[in-house]
């Protein structure tokens, strides 16, 4: 029995909760994948897997396999770079996540890493808050780009690396279009903005969360009139139809060349929500993640992320 090759496979489908989406992330049949299951349970003498027509979850005991498995993968991953890679050429994959909203700013940071790294090979994804949490705790993700406020709530083993301060605006269509790209406008409140048919994001996000308390302390929740968990598909609502929508600053930069929209920050109340890099505290870094690390540190990077979220220069 590949030890090592059924460790990644329960990994996958814990993180899939599903024998074919699972079989399928490793390029495996599903036949395939079951059997190395009963062929992992048989080598511990326990039960792993709750089976019942589909995938129901893990045993008590098969949590404690998983753990183990984890850690194995992530200590394989190690010495793999290690060995791969030569003095000052860090070679190896790094899985980089991110809060919807945060994504293009993890975009530009994974660019730049590849700039200093080129060895170094950036998987970006989209995830929600939670999932962020569980990605950092399992080590199925190096390092998650999201609200840090939430790490203190959570109490949790994670490494907080501070990036930027998130501020919110109102983004519409301009009464006219600007010549040199999207307006920064003139402050409006919440309350105000709450007059019009918002495009939002889903309920169980983070983000609108924060977005809904900001309208309450304002005196004016809201109902959306378009709801979705795709940000694309909030941007091009504003742009494609009659509605208007609230982003923070890091999503407002990377839509500035629509020159037919206009973007006014939001105040009353103030809400500034901080942003940040974090890593699993309780495990060594790879060479990969040491270098990350170290660019969310670097001021030059720092100014660049600024640059591109937060309040914005009008």
Same mark, same amino acid.
């Given at each position: 029995?590949?030890?090592?090759?059924?460790?990644?496979?329960?990994?996958?489908?814990?993180?899939?909760?599903?024998?074919?989406?699972?079989?399928?992330?490793?390029?495996?049949?599903?036949?395939?994948?079951?059997?190395?299951?009963?062929?992992?349970?048989?080598?511990?003498?326990?039960?792993?897997?709750?089976?019942?027509?589909?995938?129901?979850?893990?045993?008590?005991?098969?949590?404690?396999?998983?753990?183990?498995?984890?850690?194995?993968?992530?200590?394989?991953?190690?010495?793999?770079?290690?060995?791969?890679?030569?003095?000052?050429?860090?070679?190896?994959?790094?899985?980089?996540?991110?809060?919807?909203?945060?994504?293009?700013?993890?975009?530009?940071?994974?660019?730049?890493?590849?700039?200093?790294?080129?060895?170094?090979?950036?998987?970006?994804?989209?995830?929600?808050?939670?999932?962020?949490?569980?990605?950092?705790?399992?080590?199925?993700?190096?390092?998650?780009?999201?609200? +840090?406020?939430?790490?203190?709530?959570?109490?949790?083993?994670? +490494?907080?690396?501070?990036?930027?301060?998130?501020?919110?605006?109102?983004?519409?269509?301009?009464?006219?279009?600007?010549?040199?790209?999207?307006?920064?406008?003139?402050?409006?409140?919440?309350?105000?903005?709450?007059?019009?048919?918002?495009?939002?994001?889903?309920?169980?996000?983070?983000?609108?969360?924060?977005?809904?308390?900001?309208?309450?302390?304002?005196?004016?929740?809201?109902?959306?009139?378009?709801?979705?968990?795709?940000?694309?598909?909030?941007?091009?609502?504003?742009?494609?139809?009659?509605?208007?929508?609230?982003?923070?600053?890091?999503?407002?930069?990377?839509?500035?060349?629509?020159?037919?929209?206009?973007?006014?920050?939001?105040?009353?109340?103030?809400?500034?929500?901080?942003?940040?890099?974090?890593?699993?505290?309780?495990?060594?870094?790879?060479?990969?993640?040491?270098?990350?690390?170290?660019?969310?540190?670097?001021?030059?990077?720092?100014?660049?992320?600024?640059?591109?979220?937060?309040?914005?220069?009008?």
């Amino acid at each position: 029995m590949n030890v090592l090759a059924s460790m990644r496979y329960l990994v996958a489908l814990n993180e899939q909760k599903h024998f074919g989406r699972a079989a399928q992330a490793c390029h495996i049949t599903q036949p395939a994948l079951s059997n190395a299951m009963r062929v992992l349970e048989r080598e511990y003498g326990v039960v792993i897997i709750r089976r019942g027509r589909t995938f129901v979850g893990l045993t008590p005991e098969g949590e404690r396999v998983l753990a183990s498995a984890q850690r194995m993968l992530h200590e394989h991953n190690l010495l793999q770079q290690e060995l791969k890679s030569e003095a000052g050429r860090v070679q190896g994959p790094l899985r980089l996540g991110a809060v919807p909203t945060a994504i293009p700013v993890l975009a530009r940071f994974a660019a730049m890493l590849r700039v200093r790294q080129p060895g170094i090979v950036p998987a970006v994804i989209s995830l929600s808050s939670s999932e962020l949490e569980a990605g950092i705790d399992s080590l199925s993700l190096d390092l998650a780009l999201g609200y +840090t406020e939430r790490v203190r709530e959570r109490k949790s083993t994670v +490494t907080v690396y501070p990036q930027y301060i998130e501020h919110y605006f109102y983004l519409h269509r301009a009464a006219k279009p600007a010549a040199g790209g999207m307006k920064i406008g003139a402050r409006v409140k919440w309350k105000d903005v709450a007059q019009h048919p918002l495009a939002m994001l889903t309920p169980e996000m983070h983000n609108r969360t924060i977005i809904d308390s900001a309208f309450a302390t304002a005196g004016t929740p809201v109902k959306p009139a378009i709801e979705t968990n795709s940000i694309l598909s909030l941007a091009l609502s504003v742009v494609e139809g009659d509605v208007s929508t609230v982003m923070p600053g890091a999503l407002v930069a990377a839509v500035r060349g629509y020159r037919e929209l206009e973007a006014n920050p939001l105040t009353s109340p103030e809400v500034r929500t901080p942003i940040g890099f974090m890593s699993n505290a309780l495990t060594q870094p790879s060479r990969a993640l040491a270098e990350a690390i170290a660019l969310a540190q670097d001021k030059q990077w720092l100014r660049h992320a600024a640059l591109h979220s937060g309040l914005l220069a009008a």
